[in-house]
């Protein structure tokens, strides 16, 4: 079973910056998408964020020049930097992990397996 515990969430103003981390199990990576999904209430989780095991990042396009997402192979960790945080961005934010073999990543919230719980970000104006 892949793990995924995320922290980092918080209250901030808007114009300010968080940076989310989410821990995974010690499971090899080698062939896993990770990314960072949101969902605000009463709307359907979207994807902000995803890193293929060879590197690529795709974004989506409300968060393009202001977050940006990395993770460090040695620490099993995944993060996301957001910066110039505005209202809109107000949502719990979740981390997930699916195994790909040299394709892209899948882009909706259905095509990953493993989910963690979930770390609320509030932005206020």
């Known amino acids: 079973q892949v793990q995924l515990v995320e922290s980092g969430g918080g209250s901030v103003q808007a114009g300010g910056s968080l940076r989310l981390s989410c821990a995974t199990s010690?499971?090899?990576?080698?062939?896993?998408?990770l990314g960072w999904f949101r969902q605000a209430p009463e709307k359907q989780r979207e994807g902000v964020a995803l890193?293929?095991?060879?590197?690529?990042?795709r974004y989506a396009d409300p968060v393009k020049g202001r977050f940006a997402i990395s993770k460090d192979n040695a620490k099993n960790t995944l993060y996301l930097q957001m910066n110039s945080l505005k209202p809109e961005d107000t949502a719990m934010y979740y981390c997930?992990?699916?195994?790909?073999?040299?394709?892209?990543?899948?882009?909706?919230?259905?095509?990953?397996?493993?989910w963690g719980q979930g770390t609320q970000v509030t932005v206020s104006s």
């Open positions: 997930a992990a699916e195994e790909v073999y040299g394709g892209r990543c899948p882009s909706l919230p259905v095509g990953f397996s493993y």
């Open positions: 890193i293929n095991s060879d590197g690529s990042i």
């Open positions: 010690k499971h090899t990576y080698d062939n896993y998408c």
